[in-house]
Each structure stands twice: as structure tokens, then as C-alpha cells.
């Protein structure tokens, strides 16, 4: 009660000077416990997390405007690569926005510029197969728009623009992971089958995030991070098609929910990732490295 009646006198969000003046009275009237200061590389673990999650969603949006654009100007260029959102795959929609800017080139001269203006390093033969597969594309496509029109311009800004959020991903990617290498918690968590370091390294700020004596609890809720949830997912799915190579306790849960009445495949893998979180912090907590018992 006493809780409520002061939250209801300063209110949740403090913003003005009477906010500054109440606090500094409540700190004159009462004794406070003294906030426990966390390890920093957590904090700086955190905050290249929220980079990282924030250059996620801005590369899914440019994907979609690329996808969008490139359906006006050169939509088989799409066919060429099993990833389109690749590096090499970029560079090359980058350099052909248009069927035109192909026409009349012959595959040699186009297999040299595919080998010397990509920022990937690719064999005389495979830049030659995708030579000859783009002049085919070339030849076959029907378009109403022209090279010099401004979505064959969107092509190519939103294609370099992925290429340089691209190379801005695995330069986080590299420093979180040297972050986290100084930290006791990624040798244990990437202990356990189908959590590479990267996601090891996510999970840290997942589970290990505190304000002075609180620590988050270790449970999935609709309110909870959706990029660490997504992450979760990934490693069951992960360990899932691992099992007969990497076997471990949350497959065999997997299993268990799968049978006598089996759940939706969702529903079996959330409660999975329920048990992973649980797993984890438990591993942390005592220090140890995950080890798997067949109780079978």
C-alpha cells in the first residue's frame, strides 16, 4: 500500500523540475537500498543488441522495398541466386537494375565485370554460368519501364544500401561476440547443441539482464523481447534437426509433447523454449557446462 501511495505522489515517469524536487525530498525522508552496479559488458552486450535488432528490421524493410522496386525493372534478376539477399547477389542487382544495361554485352566482357566489379572474389567458371544466365534473363524479360526511369534509380540505392547494412551486421556481429568471449556465461550457454556463439551471445542479454537486486524472470510472455524470442526459436528449431548428430533433454521434451496426443509443431516448440530459458538460467546460476543424461 505504502508502495502504491508513493508511485500514485512522484508517478512513474519523472520529467520537470517538481518531479526533481519530490525525488530529492523522498530521498531526504526515506533510506533507499544502494543500486547494485552490474558488470558494464553486460550493459554494452545490451545496447549492441538493440543495434543489432534495429539493423535487422531496417534490412527486412529495404528488402521489401528492393523486392518491390525490382519487380518494375528486372524481376527474373531474382531467379539467379538461391539467396537474394547476399552480398554477391546485391552487388550484382546493383551493377544490372535493368535488362537494357545487359543487352549487347557479350558473356566474356560480362563475366569480367562480374568478376571485378563484385566485392565477393568468384571462379572464371561460376561468373561465367552467371553471365550466360543473365543475358538469358535479359533476353526474356518484358518491362514498361526504361533504364533511366527512377525505379531502376530505387534498384540501386535500396541494393547498396542492403549491401552496406549487410557488412554493418557482421561488423556487430563480430564485436558482441568479443564481448561476450569475456564473460563465463557464452562458453556455458554455446555448451548446449544447436547455440552457435552469436546466439549464445543474444541469450546473455535475454537471460542475464538485472537492475540492481532484480533479475528477469526466466519464462516467455507476449510482453517479452520478440528478437530474443525469435532467437530462441531458431536454436530449438536448430536442435531439433540436429537430434540424431547432437542429442540432448530438450529434443526428447520435443518428442514427449509430440506424443501420446500430439500438440501443433508451435505449441510442442514454445514449450521447448520454455524449457531451454529454464535450462540455461539454471546453468548459469550453478556454473556448469550443459551435459546430456539419456535417461531412456
Known amino acids: 500500500m505504502n508502495y502504491i501511495l508513493k508511485q500514485r505522489i512522484y508517478g512513474r515517469v519523472k520529467i520537470d523540475t517538481d518531479d526533481a ?4 525530498i523522498s530521498a531526504y525522508e526515506n533510506q533507499y537500498r544502494l543500486m547494485t552496479c552490474q558488470n558494464p559488458i553486460y550493459s554494452k552486450i545490451r545496447e549492441l543488441n538493440r543495434f543489432y535488432e534495429r539493423i535487422e528490421d531496417s534490412r527486412k524493410l529495404n528488402q521489401v522495398y528492393l523486392h518491390t522496386e525490382l519487380q518494375q525493372t528486372f524481376p527474373e534478376i531474382e531467379k539467379l541466386f538461391a539467396s537474394r539477399t547476399s552480398k554477391l547477389a546485391l552487388n550484382i542487382v546493383n551493377l544490372f537494375p535493368h535488362p537494357d544495361l545487359i543487352t549487347g554485352i557479350s558473356r566474356t566482357k560480362l563475366k569480367n565485370i562480374l568478376i571485378n566489379e563484385t566485392d565477393k572474389h568468384i571462379s572464371k567458371e561460376k561468373a561465367l554460368k552467371y553471365a550466360e544466365k543473365l543475358i538469358r534473363f535479359a533476353q526474356n524479360s518484358c518491362l514498361e519501364t526504361r533504364v533511366n526511369d527512377v525505379q531502376a534509380q530505387e534498384v540501386k540505392y535500396y541494393s547498396r544500401h542492403l549491401i552496406d547494412i549487410t557488412i554493418e551486421k557482421e561488423k556487430l556481429n563480430r564485436q558482441i561476440i568479443q564481448f561476450a568471449k569475456s564473460l563465463p556465461e557464452l562458453e556455458i550457454i554455446s555448451s548446449m547443441p544447436g547455440i ?15 537492475s540492481g537486486q532484480y533479475i528477469r524472470g526466466n519464462h516467455i510472455n507476449k510482453r517479452g523481447n520478440p528478437m530474443a524470442q525469435g532467437i530462441l526459436f531458431l536454436a530449438v528449431c536448430n536442435m531439433i534437426k540436429q537430434q540424431a548428430s547432437a542429442p540432448n533433454h530438450i529434443v526428447d521434451y520435443y518428442k514427449l509433447k509430440k506424443q501420446p496426443v500430439p500438440k501443433r509443431d508451435k505449441v510442442a516448440v514454445v514449450a521447448c523454449m520454455n524449457k531451454t530459458l529454464k535450462c540455461l538460467y539454471s546453468l548459469i546460476k550453478n556454473k556448469h557446462k550443459y551435459v546430456y543424461l539419456n535417461m531412456n
Request: aromatic letters at 6%.
Open 21 to 24: 524536487h519530490k525525488i530529492a
Open 196 to 210: 552457435g556463439e552469436m546466439t549464445a551471445a543474444q541469450l546473455i542479454d535475454l537471460i542475464m539482464y538485472q
